[in-house]
């Protein structure tokens, strides 16, 4: 598979160590705005060719294309290179919002091209294990997932320097960054909730939130989902039972899982062993998919979509809008 990129930012690096892992994805065109960055990506990497703008990206032969731009240049970005033909792997958040996703969505179908959101969570062998040793929904009492970081960005933001991450014109924001993760997670166990919650806890003079509460609520149990960009609150997953605890470290990555018998007081380590970064197995589940001409049904455009109408309802409550919510 001959694979483009679009974006030189740090989790485009991280992917590229991983892409190293199979003889089978040949690295074709890297496209970005300064040429400085991508002759660097030609020479680090081994790209063929750098390109600026998507327009050109798209009068190419290459096959298929990782998006890994600001938020806000998904949408246009997808759409010109899937009218001609390209596969495509496009970071989360998926779109600005519902809108866009369902137009993508629809447009990849009807040019038979793949589609597939870059969220690692669904691919991950300890998430595999999760699904095994998960009781039934009518067993599950409370759910929590912490998911909160320092940004690298946030003094750049405080300093009045520009930063998509803290930018409504670039769709940035905690809850479209990292509280995508949580949504996620209890999309792909859970599917879709009954009644959603959002508080923006701290919004900053951007208009976008830097640290949320989003709360899920499923038949008999609710998933809260709490995030923040601005501090270090936590990175686990607890999963509460009637007679278990199930916790997944760095719910994530879900780097170790661990079943609690509450009534015998028994640990249980059901973790496997993940050999491999999580860029890999996304990657390796978009290479089975192009190969075979088929839509992830693991990360389902179906989930994406439920997704990005969760996000655009928590946006909602908390009055969070972006300049593409308007056109």
């Known amino acids: 598979m001959k694979l483009s990129i679009i974006g030189t930012s740090t989790i485009t690096t991280q992917v590229l160590e991983a892409i190293k892992l ?6 074709d065109f890297i496209c970005s705005r300064s040429t400085l960055k991508g002759e660097k990506f030609i020479q680090q990497y081994g790209f063929k060719k750098h390109v600026s703008t998507v327009e050109e990206l798209a009068q190419t032969d290459t ?47 009807t040019k038979n091209v793949v589609l597939m959101e870059a969220i690692v969570t669904p691919f991950l062998p300890n998430f595999e294990k999760l699904k095994e040793i998960l009781p039934p929904k009518k067993e599950i009492i409370h759910v929590n997932l912490a998911f909160a970081k320092v940004s690298s960005k946030l ?20 809850l479209m960054d990292i509280g995508v993760y949580g949504i996620w997670f209890a999309v792909a166990l859970w599917g ?42 936590g990175l686990d997953a607890h999963i509460y039972t009637k007679k278990r605890q199930i916790i997944g470290s ?15 007081h028994i640990i249980k380590d059901e973790s496997v062993d993940q050999q491999q970064t999580q860029y890999y197995y996304e990657l390796g589940e978009f290479l089975h ?39």
């Open 22 to 27: 199979y003889s089978e994805i040949e690295l």
């Open 155 to 174: 003094n750049d933001f405080i300093k009045g320097d520009p930063t998509n991450i803290f930018s409504s014109e670039m769709s940035g924001g905690s």
């Open 192 to 233: 879709k909730p009954k009644k959603i919650s959002y508080h923006s806890l701290v919004k900053l003079s951007s208009g976008i939130d830097g640290k949320g509460l989003l709360v899920l609520s499923y038949h008999s149990f609710d998933v809260k989902i709490t995030h923040s960009k601005i501090s270090n609150d």
């Open 250 to 264: 760095n719910f994530s990555i879900l780097s170790k899982i661990l079943d609690i018998d509450t009534h015998k």
């Open 289 to 327: 998919c192009v190969t075979t001409g088929n839509q992830s049904f693991k990360n389902s455009l179906e989930n994406t979509l439920l997704v990005m109408n969760i996000l655009d309802e928590a946006r909602k409550q908390a009055k969070i809008i972006f300049p593409d919510d308007l056109s």
């Open 63 to 109: 096959e298929a294309i990782y998006i890994a731009s600001p938020n806000s240049c998904h949408y246009y970005q997808a759409k010109i290179l899937i009218e001609q033909g390209k596969h495509i792997l496009l970071e989360k958040a998926f779109t600005s919002n519902s809108r866009q996703a369902k137009e993508l969505i629809e447009l990849a179908k």
